[in-house]
């Protein structure tokens, strides 16, 4: 959230933070928004149980007051109904630490570590119904070191977010993306040409000379 707020403050940047919104009053980020200057709003999800339906009625007229075009999460650990995803659907972004379709919902590094990958990182990614899915639009990654914890893992991919979910913004309010099925093409894409390898194999020095038949 503290990433777009300073994304937007630049002059070129085709979008503003109309509003913060959390459903908990002790949520960190409200006090990060008010200090840059942008409104809050709290709707606490607890006084609504398991009614969804009626949370959302009272979110969506938070949305409408502040005439919002997209919608952002950023840790927003609940759930949506199948009919407000729709209503939203190709104008509500979330952000994963992983490399989706892998490891998606909780402990996405510990996750990466059992598994053993060498690269993770995040994806931006349009809602639907189901959870940590739908049409990826921007991902980054890093090499997962040998010592990594879950925490020092998490760390470097936390930078990775700062930096792409600002820029898969800037592309979608520029009108840059279209959905197709259930892919995301970026107009004036041509793709890149960067790697990422890991382990790096020509940094490493090797211990003795193996021979093989």
């Known amino acids: ?8 403050r630049e002059e070129d940047f085709p979008a503003e933070i109309g509003v ?18 942008v409104p809050t709003a709290t709707i606490e999800s607890k006084s609504f149980g398991k009614d969804r339906s009626a949370f959302e009625t009272v979110l969506q007229s938070a949305l409408d007051q502040h005439s919002i075009d997209l919608i952002c999460l950023a840790g927003f650990m609940r759930l949506f109904t199948a009919e407000f995803v729709q209503r939203w659907y190709g104008r ?14 909780l402990d996405p590094h510990g996750q990466a570590l059992k598994a053993g990958v060498k690269i993770s990182g995040a994806t931006v ?6 959870t940590d899915a739908g049409p990826i639009l ?6 997962v070191r040998d010592d990594d914890t879950p925490d020092m893992l998490a760390a470097r991919i936390l930078e990775i977010e700062h930096r792409i979910y600002p820029d898969a913004l800037r592309l979608v309010a520029s009108g840059l993306v279209r959905l197709d099925g ?7 894409s041509a793709g890149s040409d960067a790697t990422l390898i890991s382990p790096a194999v020509g940094s490493l020095q090797p211990s003795g000379r193996s021979h093989g038949e």
């Open 138 to 143: 921007m991902q980054g990654a890093v090499a």
């Open 125 to 130: 990614h349009f809602v639907i119904p189901e």
């Open 182 to 188: 259930d892919s995301c093409k970026t107009a004036g």
């Open 20 to 37: 913060v919104i959390s459903n908990r009053a002790d949520a960190g980020g409200l006090g990060k928004a008010r200090a840059s200057g």
């Open 92 to 105: 509500m972004l979330n952000i994963h630490p992983s490399l989706l379709p892998s490891f998606p919902g």
């Open 1 to 8: 959230m503290a990433a777009l707020i300073k994304a937007a």
